[in-house]
């Protein structure tokens, strides 16, 4: 496949390449927009840094409780069991992800265009975004199969073909993330730095790579590397906790070897100025649950009653 011109990362190479620098800013509002949000400076300049933040308690319990509530008559639903959107465990019918959750929750619906959410988008990306991409992620006690280490934004870029570090995830968890039960793990700092991966991406790649990732993965010298030189961080915290981080920084999990089920909610949203051209590694794109290009108009911020200010 001939390189792209508008690939500013390219990725999914024959051979080896040199990581490099990022082309795109972290935080992308500036003047007013930057400093009247709901993040404070201190907020914003600890992301820039660490291409993460964590805030315990975002959720209060009856909160969480009443999505736990939705999700368990999910788990209950032989046709959500049957959709193509919901991943089971490698071998097992135990489900790992549930894609497009926001559509079929009018709950889950209303807590992406939350504004209290979307105030934090906005004063990230700079302006106006969509959903990307939803999903709840299950650890069942036990049996929950981990998450190599990856940048999301290189699987976004060479099979959704999203252009630029436009993009921010936030991810909610509906039970406790203790040590034990495979807690996110990130490497601070990573989302700096563009570390291309060699493969190439077959046709329909996201059928074994939701199950277990291989292609998209740094090679274990830029690993060894970026781990000795930035530590790795656990984003623990109770139920109701709130992590956003970057779309570029490295992240991953361990299986879950506890009795504790581990579930997280996750709302991946982009910047209307940055939407999917053609996939960078040349094949067609994903479906629409895994890379949006439908419902691409800008979301309208509300007032939900399913989210309210904790103390």
Request: aromatic letters at 10%; one cysteine or more; proline letters at 7%.
């Amino acid at each position: 496949m001939e390189n792209r011109t508008d690939d500013f990362y390219p990725t999914r190479l024959e051979r080896p390449v040199p990581s490099f620098e990022r082309k795109d800013p972290v935080v992308h509002s500036q003047g007013e927009a930057r400093t009247n949000g709901p993040l404070s400076e201190t907020e914003l300049a600890r992301y820039e840094r660490d291409g993460f933040l964590v805030f315990n308690n975002f959720l209060d319990k009856e909160t969480v409780q009443r999505f736990r509530d939705d999700l368990r008559a999910y788990e209950d639903d032989d046709s959500i069991l049957r959709s193509e959107g919901t991943i089971t465990e490698p071998g097992k019918q135990e489900i790992r992800s549930i894609f497009g959750i926001h559509e079929l929750s009018d709950r889950f619906d209303r807590l992406t265009r939350d504004r209290r959410i979307l105030d934090m988008v906005r004063q990230i990306l700079g302006g106006d975004v969509y959903i990307h991409q939803s999903r709840i992620n299950y650890k069942p006690g036990f049996h929950g199969k981990g998450f190599n280490w990856h940048s999301d934004f290189e699987t976004w870029h060479a099979e959704d073909g999203m252009p630029r570090m436009r993009a921010v995830s936030f991810s909610i968890s509906l039970t406790d993330n203790n040590p034990f039960n495979g807690p996110l793990m990130l490497v601070p700092g990573t989302h700096k730095t563009w570390f291309p991966c060699v493969g190439r991406t077959p046709e329909d790649n996201y059928q074994s790579s939701l199950k277990k990732q291989e292609l998209g993965v740094p090679s274990d010298k830029d690993l060894d590397q970026m781990i000795r030189e930035n530590g790795i961080q656990t984003a623990t915290g109770g139920a109701g906790s709130l992590i956003i981080f970057d779309c570029n920084v490295m992240h991953g999990s361990n299986a879950n070897m506890s009795p504790w089920p581990r579930s997280n909610l996750f709302f991946v949203y982009n910047s209307v100025e940055n939407q999917l051209e053609q996939p960078f590694c040349g094949n067609r794109p994903r479906p629409d649950f895994l890379g949006n290009r439908t419902n691409t108009e800008a979301l309208v911020p509300i007032e939900s009653p399913d989210l309210r200010k904790t103390g």
